[in-house]
Nanobody, 119 residues
Framework: QVQPVESGGGLVQAGGSLRLSCAAS????????MGWYRQAPGKQRDLVAT???????NYADFVKGRFTISRDNAKNTVYLQMNSLKPEDTAVYYCKLKLREGLVDYDFWGQGTQVTVSS
């Protein structure tokens, strides 16, 4: 069983920065795609950014140019550097890991970390 654990959330003023981390207990080389999602109260969970094992990245339009996703495969850890934060970035941020075992993919979600941006 792989358990992703997020950290780094908190309260920040608009225009500020935060760095989220998500460390996975286990998985290792089977971890294929790592990603960040977010969910604001009363809204659906949205993709923020993903990164493959090879380092290819994908970003939601609303974070392009402000957020950067990266990963350390040796540490089974994915990061999200968030700059120029806006009040509308306020949400619970979730880490998702996709493991590939043979031809089957398995998704593992973290518990989430709260990010609050004040105006």
């Amino acid at each position: 069983q792989v358990q992703p654990v997020e950290s780094g959330g908190g309260l920040v003023q608009a225009g500020g920065s935060l760095r989220l981390s998500c460390a996975a207990s286990g998985g290792g080389a089977s971890i294929n795609v790592m990603g960040w999602y977010r969910q604001a109260p009363g809204k659906q969970r949205d993709l923020v950014a993903t990164i493959t094992k090879g380092g290819s990245t994908n970003y939601a339009d609303f974070v392009k140019g402000r957020f950067t996703i990266s990963r350390d495969n040796a540490k089974n850890t994915v990061y999200l550097q968030m700059n120029s934060l806006k009040p509308e970035d306020t949400a619970v941020y979730y880490c998702k890991l996709k493991l590939r075992e043979g031809l089957v993919d398995y998704d593992f979600w973290g518990q989430g970390t709260q990010v609050t941006v004040s105006s």
